[in-house]
């Protein structure tokens, strides 16, 4: 930490051994994207940014300082989500299908995805890519019902998606729900035993995301997707957050890098105040 001031990134690497620990790994993932872009470079980028930004939350009243935290570095295998909280820093959309099918029987999770799109196109296997992990997982054996998607943008996905959706038993709700995230856990918690959260930051204006291929005009605030952030990070049943779509030399004065990360800055003051 460095005087007055400690700094994010003297914190992501205190490599703490504590079992509780919030553990953040990269998985930085490329192929098989519908737009072919540098995510790969995000992970790198992201805790980078870190030396911009401080470990106090000023209006949550939260120092990081005090939470355990582990970096495992980067692979393109996510990590077993057996911590108390893992935050995968992608990559792109990918992650989400990579780790959370890996992560044992589907029937007893739940996802909740802030995302632009539907993420339910066809594939093929062993071609999953950016545009499908959705529908993967539910074609491995996550219920539909146990799937809410929230910042769905129009004119950026296909009645024939959302239609799939809607047989599917998935709940679509627009870019202005995400300050009922709190609460959509809450619901998504009385069906599942654990859940996994994907942000996608191209769920954000495209103002404020340019670094994100997928953004559009009419998406979220960034102080929206903060507040869900946090939110996700502070409730028990949340096992993963994973932060993906970030192209870091499409970027723009930082902005959607710094956007990633205050997002996993977020999470990880939500998880402070679980004990």
Same mark, same amino acid.
């Given at each position: ?49 870190l ?11 939260v ?19 057996? !911590? @108390? ?20 029987? =589907? ?17 093929? !296997? &062993?071609?999953? &890519? ?14 539909g ?5 929230? &910042? ?17 038993? $998935? ?7 995400? @300050? ?7 619901? =998504? ?51 993963a957050?994973? $932060?993906?779509?970030?192209? @870091? ?12 990360a ?7 003051? &939500? ?5």
């Amino acid at each position: 930490m460095s005087g007055d001031w400690p700094l994010a990134s003297d914190w992501l690497a205190g490599g703490s051994d504590d079992p509780s620990a919030l553990v953040v790994a990269g998985v930085p993932l490329v192929e098989h994207a519908i737009t072919p872009s540098r995510y790969d470079l995000a992970p790198a980028a992201v805790r980078q940014r870190l030396r911009r930004l401080s470990t106090w939350h000023g209006q949550r009243r939260v120092a990081l300082e005090h939470v355990e935290v582990r970096d495992v570095g980067d692979s393109l295998t996510p990590p077993p989500l057996d !911590a @108390p909280l893992t935050i995968l820093l992608g990559g792109h959309n990918e992650v989400t299908h990579a780790a959370l099918a890996a992560a044992g029987p =589907l029937d007893g999770w739940g996802l909740l995805t802030l995302d632009a799109h539907h993420d339910v196109r066809p594939y093929q !296997a &062993g071609a999953v &890519g950016n545009g499908s992990p959705v529908r993967a997982l539910i074609d491995a054996g996550l219920p539909g019902g146990n799937v809410v998607q929230v &910042g769905i943008h129009g004119f950026s996905n296909s009645r024939a998606h959302y239609e799939w959706c809607l047989a599917a038993g $998935i709940t679509v709700l627009g870019p202005g729900r995400l @300050p009922d995230v709190a609460d959509l856990l809450d619901i =998504l918690a009385g069906r599942c035993e654990a859940i996994y959260v994907d942000v996608d930051l191209d769920v954000l204006d495209r103002a404020f995301a340019p670094g994100c291929p997928g953004s559009r005009p009419g998406g979220a605030r960034p102080e929206d997707v903060f507040e869900a952030a946090f939110a996700a990070g502070a409730h028990p049943s949340v096992r993963a957050v994973d $932060i993906v779509e970030v192209d @870091p030399e499409a970027d723009v004065a930082h902005v959607t890098v710094d956007a990633a990360a205050l997002t996993l800055l977020n999470v990880a003051a &939500g998880y402070a105040t679980r004990r």
